[in-house]
């Protein structure tokens, strides 16, 4: 949704979604190739989120995964 894009967008164009999935990634010792496989997406699926938001449904499998609400990836506190 467009909401969901403005709401991601971060300054110099990379996406929070995918910077705090890179970061619970890092916390937690799994890669992203790793998760990828784990859910069921297609490789190189989370990385396209630098530039691009993703779906709903398929966010939805990385918050069930990491048993984090949607709110966690929107989130823009404690980033450096």
């Not at 979604?17 to 990828?36: G, Q, T, W």
């Not at 997406?41 to 709903?56: D, E, F, H, K, Q």
């Amino acid at each position: 949704s467009t909401w969901l894009k403005e709401k991601t967008k971060r300054e110099g164009g990379t996406n929070m979604i995918y910077s705090n999935v890179k970061k619970i990634c890092d916390e937690r010792k799994i890669s992203i190739a790793s998760l990828e496989r784990a859910i069921g997406l297609g490789n190189g699926t989370i990385s396209g989120w630098r530039n691009s938001s993703p779906r709903v449904d398929i966010l939805k499998k990385v918050t069930d995964y990491f048993e984090v609400s949607l709110e966690y990836f929107l989130d823009d506190e404690g980033e450096e």
